[in-house]
């Protein structure tokens, strides 16, 4: 499975994840806990993530900045 580009809809407890392939194929739908976010990112090979601008996202924009992931915030 390989990702290149992830979208990340934050919220307050439950995050929601969508990643495609090169290709654009859908390869990963999926919920995890706030807590679980990092570990699961810090396991992904290096791509690009995109994420609404919000009030906690340039806080997770620089922790999975951290681990290596080319973050972009998108205007809502």
């Known amino acids: 499975m390989k990702i290149t580009t992830l979208g990340i809809d934050l919220a307050k407890s ?5 990643g495609v392939d090169p290709d654009g194929v859908v390869v990963l ?8 976010v990092l570990d699961f990112l810090g396991k992904l090979d290096p791509c690009l993530i995109g994420m609404e601008a919000c009030a906690t996202s340039h806080y997770w924009a620089r922790e999975i900045a951290v681990l290596g992931h080319d973050v972009r915030l998108i205007p809502p």
């Open 29 to 36: 739908q999926k919920k995890l806990r706030r807590g679980a």
């Open 14 to 18: 439950v995050f929601q994840l969508h």
